[in-house]
């Protein structure tokens, strides 16, 4: 599968903004489907995934702020971020993983990435 990240910019403290991961190929529905983020210098954190399964989990930085969610008539993933921070400044990627092994908060547990857009937050 390959994915394609957008929707980054430029926001002010407490915006909204709404990334979304395009998929080519199977079904987003067929992957776990994962947001991370990274700042320079510095690991890929764990965002938040939607399994195969539909079911949802998020990292407890963003958790009550991000909603993730997917399309399978538009095969897309969607990261809404709502009331954001400066400490949410980072570029975003998009990930997958087919099958149901692994942590999926891991970064080495995906095979696919997406290009990465970026999430700048003004104070």
């Known amino acids: 599968v390959q994915l394609q990240a957008s929707g980054g910019g430029l926001v002010q403290v407490g915006g909204s903004l709404r990334l979304s991961c395009a998929a080519s190929?199977?079904?987003?529905?067929?992957?776990?489907m994962g947001w991370f983020r990274q700042l320079p210098g510095k690991e890929r954190e764990f965002v938040a995934v939607?399994?195969?399964?539909?079911?949802?989990a998020y990292a407890d930085s963003v958790k009550g702020r991000f909603t993730i969610s997917r399309d399978r008539v538009k095969n897309t993933v969607y990261l809404q971020m709502a009331g954001l921070r400066p400490e949410d400044t980072a570029v975003y990627f998009c990930?997958?993983?087919?099958?149901?092994?692994?942590?999926?908060?891991?970064?080495?547990?995906?095979?696919?990435w997406g290009q990465g857009t970026l999430v700048t937050v003004s104070s």
């Open positions: 939607i399994r195969m399964s539909g079911s949802i």
């Open positions: 990930a997958a993983r087919y099958g149901a092994r692994g942590d999926l908060s891991s970064v080495q547990t995906y095979e696919f």
């Open positions: 190929g199977r079904s987003v529905s067929q992957y776990n």
